[in-house]
């Protein structure tokens, strides 16, 4: 039975083993370990975002999403603007 979720690659560690934080309804259910050079190649960096598939309890195909990590990253600077202007107004 395949499974797919939303992986964010947390970090690589000694250059060469990725780990990736797996999601479900935007919520972290699992993590993987892998080694990088597994990673579509522009995706090789912390934060990127794929869709992940998994067989077997195993990772069998990752398909970067640069779209989504954008969104990401465009929500967390807004949350951090709208959390910085309260604390300056205090």
């Known amino acids: 039975m395949t499974e797919t979720y939303t992986a964010v690659l947390d970090r690589i560690v000694d250059g060469e083993t990725a780990v990736l934080l797996l999601e479900a ?5 699992d993590e993987r370990i892998l080694e990088v050079e597994r990673l579509p190649e522009d995706g090789q960096h912390e934060g990127a975002v794929f869709d992940a598939e998994l067989e077997a309890d195993t990772v069998r195909e990752l398909t970067y999403r640069p779209s989504v990590e954008q969104e990401r990253r465009e929500t967390a600077q807004e949350r951090f603007d709208r959390l ?4 300056s107004d205090e």
Do not use: G, K, M, P
């Open 84 to 87: 910085s202007e309260r604390l």
């Open 25 to 29: 309804d935007e919520t972290v259910v």
